[in-house]
């Protein structure tokens, strides 16, 4: 099993110079799982992962939302594969009205084409919070509510022995251990958690449904995870800010890494 990281940045796509080093495309995460291809969120870092499927000739693979705010979905009508008629894909989210609401996202006067205009063999399948779905080769997939306004879905993937855990967006109640998302992640062998703010800031951004990297670093020790790679970086957040979170956080465990977009990591 194999993570690629397409895009890390939260909330809205940050280019240049000044964000160069840890990237600026918004969430998306391949996972390589056999030959079998998993993506969680379409953020625009979705784009070059579309460019890169076509490459590499994958036809056929599934897409896990975490939910619909644009910094998740706004890939989707850049995503070539999307046009292709040889390409046969599943989105699968935790909302029944998943095709209205990316309709009405890809819309006019939104946006110049609709969800007609996808040539791809898609399938809009939604599940319930909770449920675990299981597809190709016995790739299990569980599913947690998180807290985020208009909610978001929490994801686990296991497969022979291995799990990742992708949790964004969340927000964490402080000073309270939250049993279930501990329990949900544990001794994941990499955990991808919302790290958009620090706890010294977190007092000013109570109620935006983010999390902090120090939560991420409670939460990974309460949870035996093996490796944390801190994720949906703020967008206010340049390199030099990110670095020193990379820095302070190296100095708390060996286990941590900060998501740069083009990074793989090997399961
Ligand atoms: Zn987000
Ligand atoms: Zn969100």
Known sequence: MEVFFWGVRGSIPTPGKSFAVYGGNTSCVEVRVNNHVLIFDMGSGIKNLGDSLLQRKINNFDIFLSHFHYDHTCGLPFFKPA????????????????????????????????????????????FKVGDIITIKDNIKIFTLSLNHPDGAVGYRLEYDNKSVSYITDHEHEENVKNEKLINFITNS?????????????????????????????????????????????NPDNKDNVMKEIEEEANLTSNNIMVAKEGMSVKI
């Open 189 to 233: 062998d990499l955990l991808i958690y919302d790290s958009t703010y620090k706890d010294e800031e977190f007092e000013n951004y109570k109620g935006w449904g983010h999390s902090t990297w120090q939560e991420g670093v409670r939460l990974s020790n309460y949870s035996k995870i093996k490796k944390y790679a801190i994720f949906h970086h």
């Open 83 to 126: 046009f292709n008629s040889d390409v046969n894909f599943n989105i699968r989210s935790g909302r029944k009205d998943m095709k209205k609401v990316l309709g009405d996202q890809i819309s006019s006067p939104s946006f110049p084409i609709t969800l007609k205009e996808f040539k791809a063999n898609i399938k809009y399948d939604n």
